[in-house]
């Protein structure tokens, strides 16, 4: 049944205080739950007490320490129903056991590598033990664990250390963790095992020590030290950006090799796929880096936003998400380079969300209905969420942005809360209505924004006439206009950016423009000479712009413009244009010939002393295959679109080898570092013989090999191999091989060898990925693994995915099957990568409907996977 945002109802108790006492075992984990209980202000008398579970049998039950009778319950595995609970607070003590090795959804309590670890958000804490497993119970933990002493010796939870000690008379032992703050049930976590700690401290800004902890498995520990930096640097930058201090005497992170998603908040207890901990230049590249750096201030950041105010319901997910997402992409910012940072993210928005939100499984950042919630962790609700956040600071300015965040943390600490209250803090300390602004909560779809401009010299007056309006969207019957913030310039000849006179037709604070009508026309008097319209600077809104610009002026803005990103943007604009056209010929069968300009913008950004080499290296990266899918929208033919990108390549590859081939030797030497700036230049230099592989020179595929061998660093090796793998280049099985035999005791270095063989465009792949699977080092109950090889086989490698003769569609069919048995959140996510599938051409289409019927046909499927099937087919 679908749950509804309108059927939220406030919950009929409340569990103050929760003990729990769990003793640990891999096939019999007991665990007794004593809570506190009491009834809600307005509940009826005799009102039953339904607690949550999953996949739970029930030993025992008492009330005030009587044991209830039979009759006095109901208990099934996925519900404990109290019949007539006391009217006074009364204290519920409740028995369960439960099987962490059996457990392969990797919900709830299971193990990892022996380790015994949770997941509990969104609904996993019910699988532990029965309760009000509802973010809007906030309650006040005690956790007591207990575990052989051998097998165990580390046994965390939340909060702080109480109490630790010997069972008397047993090989066994116990800690006791209190947590001052009370928390909603999904944010319970326990850890136990043989891990090493890494150890540190940091003194916040009013003066206490915190101890800082990082556990991994044995041998590991010299893997933590970036993770280590990123948290302290994360810890700082809260504090000194938005005020906000860490609130225990001890922060904890655990990296285990099992895990659905990246990392979880756990407070005072982060769980980490040790992806996104461990990394030393031999084994983790320049993005594996920044990534860690972005997720361990993810995580952390959740303290204040998600643990301290936490959602009333899931449907307000995004309040924690896209708030927390906006505060990792300004830290990332603050570290590195603001317009590279801001370039990936639009990137990565444009690939993922806006694909999501153009086809069946678009839904609006807050959505009003799903059937199981753990399918709406989502681009849209994290990135699209991150950008609405965004938004209110370009309207607000940072001042108030920050007055009402201020507010917000002041006002809601130790609530549960709705968007609604969130945005009132904003409302309240800026005095600005943002009714309208909150229908980027409530509206699917990606806004189409049409913008057209005219120069009266006469009159010396600049008219930009704007046009928004939000596609269809399934299950959307009506739009209102949206109140889209853009971010512009008016460039002069020079590149200069001019003052207009006065605006008429729109509200225009600095150089922002607020567009909130469906049609709207802005006059810019006093405009001496007729300028380019930079718009959507920094890209201040995530609309589809549809500008008018001539190629001409998109050179321009590529050479002039003073916001870097538009300049990115004018390249990409450039460039797809092109691509769409090439596109078209080569299904037309008409002869392909790519645009020169192109070629010349590339020539002059390499030249440009004033770029640093991460943006050029942006700037020379062609839009994604996807990305052209997206922008072509319907009867798309991948290897078209695939030829016309490669046809561009090598265009360039060809014109510009002398200075590709400079660029290639003056790539860093020395000792490896992370930092942004080393980085940058590898991905120049790395770029750079992406497009110098497919010139004309000499020697092209020994460079590459000659690369690969030399690399002393994973960053450098990676792009050597996917190049001689991708290209099918002479000594590409020869580096598999060697790649292999260096990495093979290391798992995190083997994903990405798994991973260069699935996306690679070559007519064997889909054979390649199925023998994969048989590999002694796939793991097919490994989600890294899996996302690794079948993943990424099935949204990166677009033209063999999607191949005519259906059997890359069938591999991924049948691979979420299989998977869904085990674990069905992984299956499901697997499966979203059939959402475009309508955008197809015919035959495609066909292919894709057929392996979705036959998913959708299979009776035991998951909720997760019935409900995306459900959704793609509708
Ligand atoms: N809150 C976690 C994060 O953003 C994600 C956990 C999602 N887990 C899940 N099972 N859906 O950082
Ligand atoms: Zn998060």
Redesign the pocket.
Same mark, same amino acid.
């Given at each position: 049944p679908a749950i509804r945002l309108e059927d939220y109802q406030l919950p009929r108790y409340r569990i103050e205080t929760v003990f729990l006492d769990i003793n640990l075992d891999p096939t019999e984990t007991r665990v007794c739950t004593r809570m506190s209980l009491a009834r809600t202000a307005g509940t009826p008398d005799g009102t039953p007490l339904e607690l949550d579970g999953d996949d739970l049998s029930l030993t025992s039950v008492q009330i005030d320490g009587v044991p209830l009778e039979c009759s006095a319950y109901e208990a099934s595995p996925e519900k404990l129903t109290i019949k007539a609970p006391p009217a006074a607070p009364f204290e519920l003590i409740v028995e369960t056991v439960i099987n962490p090795s059996a457990n392969t959804q990797l /919900?709830g309590l299971y193990q990892s590598s022996g380790t015994y670890c949770t997941?509990c $958000? *969104?609904e =996993?804490f019910r699988r532990i033990t029965y309760f009000l497993d509802r973010p809007d119970i906030l309650s006040v933990y005690t956790t007591r664990l207990e575990a052989l002493a051998n097998n165990c010796p580390v046994l965390l939870a939340n909060g702080n250390l109480a109490e630790t000690g010997r069972v008397e008379g047993t090989d066994r032992h116990f800690a006791v963790w209190h947590d001052p703050h009370p928390k909603p049930a999904?944010l319970f976590a326990l850890v136990a095992g043989d891990l090493a700690k890494v150890p540190d401290r940091f003194t916040t800004r009013s003066g206490t020590s915190v101890e800082l902890n990082i556990y991994v498995e044995h041998g590991k520990e010299g893997l933590c030290g970036w993770a280590m930096d990123s948290l302290k640097r994360s810890m700082r930058w809260d504090e000194e950006t938005f005020g906000l201090e860490y609130d225990l005497s001890v922060f904890n992170i655990v990296a285990v090799s099992d895990f659905?998603? =990246? *990392? /979880? $908040?756990n407070k005072g207890l982060n769980i980490f796929n040790d992806k996104y901990v461990l990394a030393d230049p031999e084994t983790a590249t320049d993005q594996d880096y920044a990534n860690i750096e972005a &997720?361990i201030a @993810? $995580?952390y950041f @959740?303290n204040w936003t =998600?643990n301290r105010i936490t959602c009333r319901d899931w449907f307000q997910l995004c309040l924690?998400?896209g708030l927390? &997402?906006f505060r990792d992409q300004e830290f990332s910012s603050d570290m590195r380079s603001r317009a590279v940072k801001r370039i990936a993210d639009v990137r990565l928005l444009k690939s993922h969300q806006f694909p999501e939100d153009a086809g069946p499984l678009a839904h609006p950042v807050r959505p009003r209905t799903y059937h199981e919630?753990?399918n709406?962790?989502t681009a849209t609700v994290?990135e699209k969420g991150a950008e609405v956040v965004r938004m209110l600071k370009t309207m607000l300015g940072p001042e108030a942005f920050r007055a009402g965040l201020d507010l917000y943390f002041e006002r809601h600490d130790g609530e549960a809360t709705t968007i609604e209250a969130f945005l009132k803090c904003f409302e309240d300390s800026s005095g600005r209505d943002l009714g309208q602004f909150s229908l980027w909560y409530d509206q699917a779809g990606t806004p189409v924004v049409a913008a057209e401009t005219e120069y009266d010299p006469a009159r010396q007056s600049f008219t930009l006439s704007l046009t928004q309006e939000i596609p269809p969207v399934p299950g959307q019957k009506t739009t209102r206009a949206n109140v889209i913030p853009l971010r512009f310039g008016l460039v002069d000849p020079n590149g200069t950016d001019l003052t207009p006179g006065s605006v008429d037709g729109a509200t225009v604070s600095g150089d922002v423009l607020l567009f909130d009508q469906q049609h709207q026309t802005v006059t810019f008097k006093n405009v001496p000479v007729p300028p380019v319209l930079s718009l959507q600077r920094a890209f201040s809104a995530p609309v589809r712009l549809n500008q008018k610009l001539s190629e001409d002026e998109l050179l321009f803005l590529a050479r002039k413009d003073s916001d870097p990103f538009n300049r990115w943007q004018a390249v990409q604009t450039l460039a797809m244009q092109d691509l769409v056209r090439l596109t078209s010929a080569i299904r037309a069968h008409q002869p392909v010939s790519p645009s020169e300009g192109i070629i010349d913008v590339f020539r002059s950004i390499l030249s440009d002393g004033s770029l640093d080499a991460a943006l050029k290296a942006q700037a020379l990266t062609l839009p994604g295959e996807a990305d052209i899918a997206q922008e072509i929208g319907k009867d798309v033919d991948p290897d078209a679109i695939r030829s016309a990108r490669e046809s561009l390549r090598s265009l360039a590859g060809k014109a510009l080898s002398g200075q590709l081939l400079q660029i290639i030797e003056a790539s860093p030497a020395g000792a490896y570092s992370p930092d942004a700036e080393p980085a940058g230049q590898r991905a120049l230099a790395n770029r750079a013989l992406h497009y110098f592989a497919v010139s004309d020179a000499s020697g092209v595929s020994a460079l590459v090999a000659d690369r690969f061998k030399t690399a002393n660093n994973m960053t450098d090796r990676l792009a050597a191999l996917t190049l001689l793998v991708h290209s099918n280049l002479p000594r590409a099985a020869e580096a598999l091989a060697a790649f292999h035999d260096r990495h093979q005791s290391n798992s995190l270095a083997m994903d990405k060898w798994f991973m260069t063989q699935a996306t690679a465009p070559l007519k064997d792949a889909a054979q390649v990925v199925a023998r994969l699977m048989d590999h002694p080092l796939y793991d097919p109950s490994n989600p890294n693994k899996v996302r690794a090889l079948l993943q990424s086989f099935a949204s990166g490698n677009p033209t063999q995915f999607a191949r005519v003769d259906g059997s890359g569609f069938k591999l991924v069919a049948e691979s979420v099957l299989a998977i869904d048995k085990r674990n069905p959140?992984v299956a499901s996510r697997l499966l979203t990568s059939f959402r475009s599938w309508r955008a197809l051409e015919p035959q495609r289409s066909a292919l894709a409907e057929s392996a979705l019927l036959r998913i959708s046909s299979c009776e035991e499927l998951s909720r997760d996977s019935r409900d995306i099937v459900d959704r793609t087919l509708q």
């Open positions: /919900m997941q $958000e *969104a =996993g999904y659905n998603m =990246g *990392a /979880m $908040e &997720v @993810h $995580e @959740h =998600g924690k998400e927390t &997402v919630i753990n709406f962790y994290y959140q």
